[in-house]
């Protein structure tokens, strides 16, 4: 694995766990909680697509192998 994509995976794991954390305290504030648990649903959930297509992206790696020389 080359050091960009470790270091991508390193970040995604950062943020998934302190979301989780987030999460935890809206949890804890119920009823009113609630709405910050659908905000970090929506921004995990955008953080999760946006990192997933990166890693899946084989257009990119073709241009960094290729053609970024």
Known sequence: MK?????????????????????????AMLPWGTIGLGVIGIFAFIVYKVGMDRLRNAEDDYYEKNIHK
Do not use: H
């Open 3 to 27: 050091l960009d994509t470790l270091l991508l995976i390193f970040t995604l794991l950062c943020i998934a766990i302190y979301t989780i954390f987030i999460a935890a305290d809206f949890i």
